[in-house]
């Protein structure tokens, strides 16, 4: 792989240059300012004959293969330097995934094929994920990471601390420090592990979901437990383990409580009017639409101005996580005058331009805590926690809870309750502020 670009005539150019790849790894550049990745197969050769001359030749059979995946053509920032890196490896890892598949459909094996119980499960997990399409696929990763996680430390004794606005920068320091400390270790004790499929146990299993709930709050432990399920059903069909280890190991989802922190209104205010040094606008401008509008990164991430209808004050869109699976998949939010004002125009007029072009899960993550962390609001604040905030506070302003679920694009009531009880317990705080009786 080099990073030398030689254009083509097609606005094209190969990331590939080792002649034996098969297939070949290249991008293409877009009038947005982006490079599509692709992968190019070589499917052999067939006989013709020439309509021209009468003459037999050669013809090569080819495939592309475009992967969803984008790069900036010139990246200006940290953000998206570190983005072109993370999908430039994904991009890899399904180049060489592809490449497995070929051998074995053609060739009848597959490049270290091992008998089941010489497999590591954990490099089973690696070769999910890099072939994984859908857009989750950043939840299957840290599924496997977390499980890596449990197995080196299942007490936690090695997790990062939290750092919070609250603390003093010498403090702040110090939890750096011992943060990378726990850092390395975790990567050394993480070198050279292996997992064999026997032994993926119901009672290993068991130890693992109570990590999950001591480690998590909300329904973090509920979400990765369920990506790590989608894995070991893989490998069940896959024939990698005998049996499925999770079956009766289950972690209940409450879905009458809200876990996660939720912002008030004076602390969205806040959020807004609080900017930083080297901020990326677009992380800004995204989280404080979701913050009104409760949408998920998942979908935020995605809207082009073809979602928006100007003449209407609207925005339409189809839930990437209920799509083809729901029938209120599909949404409609009512924007006004400032969301409008987010939003903004398409350049060009080009309506199939992303409005919110955000870098990865990750990186937004880690912008999102500085920022909160600036605001000197001492809360853990998630990007999920911008949906859970938009319909606790539509509910305290008095909306209707059938306005609200549509909005959030609930299927019924039943998620939408959950706000119902913090919209109480705010009341109940805001009663206990009041100053003490004496009489």
């Not at 990745?37 to 001359?53: E, H, I, Q």
């Not at 994984?132 to 299942?154: E, S």
């Not at 639409?289 to 004050?313: E, I, M, P, Q």
């Amino acid at each position: 792989m080099a990073n030398r670009k030689n254009f083509r005539a097609d606005n094209t150019y190969m990331i590939s240059t080792d002649s034996t790849d098969n297939p070949k790894l290249g991008a293409k550049v877009l009038s947005d300012g982006r490079e599509s990745l692709f992968l190019d197969f070589y499917l052999g050769y067939s006989m013709a004959v020439s309509s021209k001359t009468g003459k037999e030749y050669k013809r090569v059979n080819n495939k592309r293969e475009f992967l969803s995946l984008y790069l900036w053509q010139a990246p200006r920032t940290p953000l998206e330097r570190q983005q072109n890196k993370e999908t430039l490896d994904l991009a890899k890892k399904i180049r060489y995934e592809r490449g497995q598949e070929l051998l074995e459909n053609q060739e009848g094996y597959r490049i270290g094929k091992q008998k089941k119980e010489e497999v590591n499960y954990l490099d089973f997990m690696a070769d999910y994920h890099a072939s994984y399409t859908k857009k989750d696929a950043n939840q299957i990763r840290r599924a496997r990471t977390v499980f890596i996680d449990f197995l080196i430390d299942p007490k936690g004794k090695l997790l990062p601390e939290k750092i919070t606005g609250s603390m003093t920068e010498e403090e702040k320091e110090a939890v750096r420090k011992s943060n990378a400390k726990k850092e390395a270790q975790r990567e050394k004790k993480a070198q050279g592990l292996v997992v064999r499929p026997q032994q993926l146990t119901k009672d290993l299993m068991k130890a693992f979901t109570e990590y999950l709930i001591n480690r998590f709050t909300g329904e973090g432990a509920h979400t990765v437990y369920g990506r790590f399920k989608k894995m070991i059903l893989a490998a069940l069909d896959k024939d990698i383990i005998a049996k499925n280890p999770c079956r009766g190991v289950s972690i209940k989802k409450d879905y009458g409580q809200l876990k996660k922190e939720i912002l008030s209104q004076e602390e969205i205010v806040l959020l807004a009017n609080t900017h930083y040094e080297k901020e990326n606008p677009d992380i800004h401008r995204a989280f404080i639409f979701c913050l009104y509008c409760g949408l998920r990164w998942c979908d935020v991430k995605d809207l082009t101005y073809a979602n928006v209808d100007y003449s209407n004050k609207l925005l339409k869109f189809e839930q990437s996580k209920t799509k083809a699976h729901s029938a209120a998949s599909g949404v409609v939010i009512p924007l006004n005058d400032g969301l409008l004002h987010l939003i903004g125009q398409p350049k060009d007029g080009n309506r199939n331009q992303i409005i919110f072009p955000l870098p990865s899960h990750t990186m937004c993550l880690k912008a999102l805590r500085h920022w909160v962390a600036r605001a000197g609001i001492q809360k853990h604040i998630t990007w999920h926690c911008a949906r859970h905030s938009c319909g606790t506070n539509l509910l305290s302003n008095g909306a209707n809870i059938k306005t609200v679920a549509s909005i959030l694009g609930h299927s019924g009531l039943a998620h939408t309750e959950k706000y119902t009880r913090a919209v109480d317990s705010l009341k109940q705080a805001a009663i206990d502020s009041m100053p003490p009786l004496d009489i």
